[in-house]
């Protein structure tokens, strides 16, 4: 029944979807939300192609229309320029291959001690992974690509404020290694695609080698989606308790505006790049911030980090990335890369922890961009 839910929900958003495409097309107006859910939710269960749809709750149903009207809605507002952040693109069509989802909001569902009721579904048996502290308001029935279930609780939690600590952290992220704290200590990185890499590999192999859409594929394809759902659960396990540490340990916080989707594009680094999870690692460290009254700072991307000396000031220059050790042409200081980095983005968020940042005179060097790399750096000289 769970697959039945979610296979419906599926069914009436890629119904509602095509409808508003059409009336696009045709130069006419999306139909209000009202509209498509007396379309393709009542009237369409008196139809012999969609008479199915009795035999769940109506509750996911109008969920799923009333998703797809927001979708819309926050897709008009970013093209008229009301909605911050990133364009966002129009709702497009589910895949039955893809993750499903079913919502229950009250009345649609019952909580006990270890079964959940959801309507027209029955009673289930489930493993908690916390309690809940209040009583939740929806919960949404979540099937991934392989066919792994889990459920979903909204529930409203008082914040939690940590007592205030003077400690305050730089955080330059990295390849080789994933994190480098402003006070020395590094952490390395799971990697967990680059570890079974060979397993992924032979799991691709064999399903290019299936049929499309046969027995086999299928069989196949579930054998990926549990690799892909097994690396995904240890890369955010790593970072949930990495980021927690963090924001338990330091009231300030203070991270550099990495381009992940430009750098994403670089053929030869995407893969190490998308493996260690640096955006996701940045969403959970900003919410968990808020969520604690921590402080969370972003400095900016062109901060030259790697090339200054975090003990004087001096700007030595653009390094090669083999160089992970360099020494100060001005004062003789020797630096590691990494922490020499994490150390003056610790004082570009405003924690001076450095001569620099205490006051101390600053030497810099203005160096033109090469022509290859004018559309990629800013103009502005350093001061």
């Not at 107006?29 to 269960?45: D, G, V, Y």
């Not at 497009?92 to 909580?111: D, E, I, L, N, P």
Request: charged share 30%; hydrophobic share 30%.
């Amino acid at each position: 029944m769970f697959a039945d839910a979610t296979l419906r929900e599926r069914v009436v958003w890629n119904d509602s979807l095509a409808c508003c495409q059409e009336k696009y097309k045709s130069g006419g107006k999306k139909p209000s939300n009202s509209q498509l859910q007396k379309q393709f939710i009542t009237q369409a269960k008196n139809t012999e192609d969609r008479e199915w749809l009795k035999e769940v709750s109506n509750i996911p149903l109008q969920q799923s229309l009333n998703d797809l009207n927001q979708g819309y809605q926050n897709f008009f507002k970013s093209t008229k320029g009301q909605r911050k952040g990133k364009p966002v693109k129009p709702p497009k069509f589910k895949s039955r291959k893809s993750k499903q989802t079913a919502r229950f909001t009250k009345g649609g569902f019952k909580v006990g001690q270890h079964k959940v009721y959801l309507a027209k579904i029955g009673k289930l048996k489930i493993v908690w992974s916390r309690e809940l502290h209040t009583a939740p308001s929806s919960v949404t029935v979540i099937k991934d690509s392989a066919n792994r279930y889990f459920l979903s609780f909204v529930v409203e939690i008082q914040p939690e404020i940590l007592p205030q600590t003077d400690n305050s952290l730089g955080i330059d992220l990295g390849i080789k290694t994933f994190a480098t704290f402003s006070n020395g200590e590094k952490v390395d990185a799971p990697k967990p695609l680059k570890k079974r890499i060979k397993k992924y590999r032979k799991l691709s192999r064999s399903l290019s080698n299936k049929t499309r859409d046969s027995k086999r594929y299928e069989k196949a394809r579930l054998k990926i989606a549990k690799f892909h759902g097994k690396l995904k659960d240890t890369r955010t396990d790593f970072l949930h308790k990495l980021s927690t540490k963090i924001i338990r340990e330091n009231q300030t916080v203070v991270l550099e505006d990495l381009n992940v989707s430009g750098m994403v594009k670089n053929r030869k680094l995407s893969r190490a790049i998308s493996d260690l999870g640096w955006r996701k690692f940045r969403t959970l460290l900003e919410g968990k911030a808020e969520k604690y009254g921590r402080d969370f700072r972003i400095i900016s991307r062109w901060e030259p980090t790697s090339q200054v000396c975090s003990n004087c000031g001096f700007k030595g220059g653009k390094l090669d990335l083999q160089v992970r050790e360099w020494e100060c042409l001005n004062c003789g200081a020797k630096h590691d890369r990494d922490e020499n980095a994490a150390i003056n983005i610790l004082v570009a968020g405003g924690q001076s922890e450095t001569l620099n940042g205490r006051g101390g005179k600053r030497k810099t060097t203005v160096k033109v961009a090469a022509a290859c790399e004018a559309s990629t750096r800013r103009g502005a000289t350093a001061q």
